[in-house]
């Protein structure tokens, strides 16, 4: 199956897989309708958005990148879920919200993730993020569902892969991961 | 150089965590300024007189916060205030060099000049107040990158190319043979059929247009990779300039002529022997009579290694070669050369366009030297003091012109090949170059331009926000060497094509015929005296 695999000596930090991503999840499909109209953002700006209540109330940017560019004095690199052929994830969940697709994706069950952070412990890349602006259990605290790259499952293409100018991220079958 | 400055570097908003950003890939909050609580500083010593000269215009309402500017600005002149959730500019830090603008993704940046510059007056641009006050702040002499700016007349635009109609015939290229291929360097004496007699080194171009020489350190790794690529798959030459020749592109030696310049950084035998030919530099069209500057701070762990010379130190080349004070000391070093590598390659010697360079050229070629290059005064540098990049030199359209004459007319023209360089911006340029007495020519500026340069020639500042010229490792990225060699490959697959255009409507199937052809160029606007320099005919005559 083809995956997504950054090229860490291409990278230029510039983040536009970040902004590619979010585009390509958003209803409207358009930067300025992503942003301004959904409200859509990135997980490193303002962290006082992270907490659901205030942000939804105040309704301030939801930071919901699945890649996200790690940053390591001039080494950059973009990562993102590595679609893994025995997915620890898939394992760890205990209602089946995760499952393997028929070409190999890891996805989400969106409406049956109960946000009990099993995946997210389980998984060795540190690909999973919480997304606390959904819930599926009412009157619930904390939570909210499992949040990861599915390789863009609506387009043909993935979007980060895209976009980068540099090519730091490739689209390619390298057998199995 | 000593104390030296440039018009846009302001130690007084600076900001290095910028680019590299923070562990969490968000860049600073805090405003460049902050000691200052955002107000100008008016004290004297803290660059007062410097006003901006851009100003970054943003439409706030179009601007999604992705920060891709904050991030892409290596000049200190983006940032981000999170209070009030804005983007925005220090705008006497821009330079123009238009990477925000390019990489924005809803393209909502626009760079324009920042106001009306002062006053006008014929006498006192701009330019000047701005340099002078520059000047008077730190006392240095002004650094600069790339080629003369100021508004000389160009020989270049008022020559014009002959075309064929009714008495002779155009070629087609796309239907018949056409010949671009150019050999670099001596020529036999005679030709007899069968008894080729003394044969020489030359070199083979597929195509008239050479990598002028760029050096490791003044430019990046990966640009002068993507050199070395594109010149091996078009069947051309890159050039090593003055900064020695690394390790890992030894396996160019088909495709690279190295040089021996007055640093003599990097030499030895087996740098002389990892290439096809060998150039002497004498000079240089942008810094005519002085040397070269590689800034220490530019001097890292793999410069200094192709360098020979210790990490962060200057590296400094003397104005003259110290052992050529005459042709005579030439002929020495171009002997040694020859000797050196065996007489197996054509050794070239660069100097810049001067006064008197048909007589420098003659004894040039008399003291041995199978190439000439002529590098006019738009050549173009890493980093050279402003005056001199403006001030110093001539035009290389007469400078070549008068080489090719003098030499036809001592008979040693087929002694030594014409390399003409220095500000060819299109395959025009080229043609006209060709037909003026070279027998190629070099291109660095257009191969720059090419790769992503958008000439804010603060190449001296080792901070190219298009990783052209610099060796940061954040930055150096920006330019990956395959995407350099395919656009270079590009620009001079669209050069060959426009060169056979313009030969076969001069009726002339190969660049052979067209070398020295001043028949086919004609004058526009040039006085008597002009034509005659250049050689040629006024346009309806
Ligand atoms: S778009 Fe490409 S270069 Fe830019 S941060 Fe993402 S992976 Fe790196
Ligand atoms: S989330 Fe982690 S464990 Fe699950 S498939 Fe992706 S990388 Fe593998
Ligand atoms: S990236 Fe270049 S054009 Fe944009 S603000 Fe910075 S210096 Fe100016
Ligand atoms: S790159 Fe464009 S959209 Fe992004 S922060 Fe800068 S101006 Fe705004
Ligand atoms: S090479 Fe880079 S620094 Fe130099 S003029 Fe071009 S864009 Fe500017």
């Given amino acids: 199956m083809k995956r997504v695999y950054p090229v860490e000596e291409r990278c230029i930090n510039c983040h536009l897989c970040e902004v590619a991503c979010i585009v390509s999840h958003s209803r409207t499909k358009t930067a300025l309708g992503a942003y301004q109209v959904e409200k859509l953002s990135f997980n490193w700006v303002r962290p006082h958005a992270l907490d659901p209540a205030v942000a939804l109330a105040e309704g301030t940017p939801l930071p919901l990148n699945r890649c996200r560019v790690d940053v390591q004095g001039s080494v950059f690199i973009s990562t993102s879920c590595r679609h893994c052929q025995e997915p620890d994830c898939v394992k760890a969940c205990k209602n089946g919200s995760l499952y393997l697709d028929e070409v190999g994706r890891v996805l989400l069950r969106e409406d049956h993730c109960v946000g009990c952070w099993m995946c997210l412990m389980a998984c060795r890349y540190g690909a999973i993020e919480r997304n606390p602006y959904v819930k599926n259990v009412p009157g619930q605290e904390s939570n909210g569902i499992n949040h990861h790259c599915d390789l863009c499952r609506d387009r043909s293409h993935p979007a980060c892969v895209s976009i980068c100018p540099t090519q730091a991220l490739v689209y390619e079958e390298r057998g199995s991961s | 150089m000593g104390n030296t400055t440039t018009l846009s570097d302001n130690p007084r908003v600076s900001n290095p965590a910028n680019t590299n950003g923070s562990k969490s890939g968000l860049p600073p909050a805090t405003s460049p300024k902050s000691d200052l609580m955002g107000l100008q500083s008016l004290r004297p010593d803290d660059h007062f007189h410097s006003y901006p000269e851009y100003f970054v215009e943003r439409r706030h309402e179009e601007c999604i916060r992705c920060l891709v500017c904050v991030r892409q600005c290596p000049y200190d002149c983006t940032y981000y205030d999170p209070d009030r959730d804005v983007v925005y500019n220090v705008h006497q830090n821009c330079v123009n060099c238009k990477r925000c603008v390019a990489m924005c993704p809803t393209h909502c940046i626009r760079i324009e000049r920042f106001d009306s510059g002062f006053r006008d007056n014929g006498h006192w641009g701009t330019h000047l107040v701005r340099g002078l006050r520059k000047q008077a702040d730190t006392g240095g002499v002004l650094l600069t990158g790339l080629g003369n700016d100021l508004p000389y007349p160009s020989y270049f635009d008022r020559i014009v190319l002959d075309a064929s109609q009714v008495t002779n015939p155009s070629i087609d290229p796309l239907r018949e043979p056409m010949e671009l291929r150019t050999y670099l360097g001596r020529k036999p004496e005679s030709y007899r059929p069968g008894s080729p007699g003394e044969v020489f080194p030359n070199i083979l171009c597929e195509i008239p247009v050479l990598f002028a020489p760029m050096s490791f350190g003044a430019i990046s790794y990966n640009f002068q990779h993507g050199l070395a690529l594109a010149a091996q798959e078009m069947g051309t030459y890159f050039n090593t300039g003055e900064g020695g020749l690394h390790p890992d592109f030894r396996k160019f030696r088909d495709s690279v002529i190295v040089q021996v310049a007055s640093g003599r950084f990097g030499v030895d035998p087996d740098y002389l022997l990892s290439s096809a030919a060998c150039e002497i530099k004498i000079g240089q069209g942008a810094k005519p009579g002085i ?7 530019k001097v890292n762990a793999e410069i200094s290694r192709t360098r020979m010379i210790p990490v962060g130190t200057d590296a400094l080349s003397p104005a003259p070669q110290h052992d050529i004070y005459s042709i005579e000391d030439l002929r020495l070093l171009i002997y040694a050369i020859k000797e050196a590598t065996e007489y197996t390659r054509p050794v070239s010697v ?95 500026t257009s191969a720059m331009i090419a790769v992503g340069c958008t000439l804010c020639q603060q190449c001296h500042r080792g901070l190219c926000a298009w990783g052209i010229t610099t060796n940061r490792p954040d930055l150096l990225p920006r330019l990956p060497a395959d995407q350099a060699a395919g ?20 009726g002339l199937n190969s660049i052979e015929s067209l070398r020295g052809n001043r028949l086919k160029l004609r004058g526009v606007g040039l006085t008597q005296l002009e034509l005659q320099t250049l050689g040629i005919r006024q346009a309806g005559l």
């Fill in chain 2, 291 to 297: 040397g070269g500057h590689l800034p220490g701070e």
């Fill in chain 2, 350 to 444: 660069k100097i810049a366009a001067v006064h008197n360079t048909a007589a420098i050229v003659s004894g040039i070629v008399r003291a041995g030297a199978d190439i000439v290059v002529i590098d006019g005064f738009r050549g173009g540098t890493g980093a050279a003091p402003m005056i001199i990049r403006d001030h110093v030199g001539i035009p290389v359209e007469v400078a070549l012109a008068q080489a090719d004459q003098r030499l036809r007319e001592e008979g040693i023209r087929h002694q030594a090949s014409i390399i003409a360089a220095g500000g060819i911006r299109n395959s025009a340029d080229v043609v006209k170059a060709i037909a003026l007495g070279a027998d190629a020519v070099y291109i660095a």
């Fill in chain 2, 487 to 506: 656009r270079l490959t590009g620009l001079l697959r669209g050069w060959q094509h426009e060169i056979q255009e313009m030969l076969g409507l001069m």
